[in-house]
């Protein structure tokens, strides 16, 4: 089984739950767990609901956030019955799949499930590169949370068996991983509250929506590099007119 391509649930209320994940991963062939602040943690019922996948809650990982547990993934993907006012890269569960296979040939992929009540918050939706919708009934799209991994796992099953009966060499870009998008992104800011641009005290939705617009357009590795430099000479220099001013 492979551990390239976890599965996170974030906020999980009901110890039955996260069970029944661990034994839709584990029919799937999926066996990496991480566990973000869930209410409690695995218990009776929760190894119960497990039936054979016991192995997976005991190595399941937990962490305090999402970030801590996405930082060396070069691409999270978002589960999320509900449309947002503010739009995201958008997958069919299919594609998901198939992506999820590919990118975890050369880095850490996460899928990130929400919680039972509220699903996943905006920030911890602005922190994934796509966001994946089952689509379902209209009118009654929710499913529970066991199932939709259910589903999105069993897209990543069938893109893994699809690709072992019929290899072919894809050169995946190298991405950054979302520690680095994270980096980037305070480099970004400090950049522009230094600039003026971004007023520290009223900074509205800039950053939101320049969020939004690196992770469509997806920097690759060389391109981060790239502009990281920039944001350094644009530092460089305001320290340098800074300093010719005094
Ligand atoms: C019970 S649902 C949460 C429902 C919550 N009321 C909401 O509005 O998001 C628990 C989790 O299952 C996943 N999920 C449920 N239905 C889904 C769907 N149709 N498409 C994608 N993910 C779904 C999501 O990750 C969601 O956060």
């Known amino acids: 089984m492979s551990d390239q391509i976890r599965i996170i649930l974030v906020g999980t209320t009901h110890t039955g739950n996260i069970g029944s994940v661990a034994r839709a991963m584990k029919t799937m062939g999926l066996s990496a ?95 994934c590169n796509y966001h994946v ?32 009966s019929q290899p072919q060499a894809v050169e995946e870009a190298a991405y950054p991983s979302s520690e680095q998008m994270h980096s980037f992104y305070q480099h970004l800011e400090q950049t522009l509250n230094d600039t003026g641009f971004i007023i520290k005290q009223h900074p509205g939705v800039v950053m939101t929506k320049l969020k939004r617009l690196f992770t469509r357009a997806r920097p690759e590795e060389a391109e981060y590099n790239i502009l990281r430099g920039i944001l350094t000479s644009v530092q460089r220099y305001g320290r340098k007119a800074q300093g010719d001013k005094e």
């Open 33 to 127: 767990l991480y566990l973000v602040a869930p209410k409690e943690l695995p218990d009776g019922q929760a190894y119960a609901l497990s039936a054979g996948a016991s192995d997976i809650l005991a190595n399941a990982k937990v962490f305090d956030t999402l970030q801590d547990a996405i930082s060396d993934c070069g691409l999270v993907v978002g589960s999320s019955a509900r449309s947002r006012t503010l739009s995201w890269p958008m997958l069919e569960p299919r594609e998901c799949g198939i992506k999820a296979v590919q990118e975890a040939a050369t880095q850490p992929v996460a899928l990130v499930f929400g919680r039972e009540s509220s699903g996943l918050s905006n920030e911890e939706l602005q922190l």
């Open 133 to 164: 919708c089952i689509p379902a009934n209209p009118e009654y799209s929710s499913l529970n949370l066991a199932m939709a991994v259910q589903i999105i796992t069993y897209e990543v099953r069938m893109a893994r068996l699809q690709q072992a």
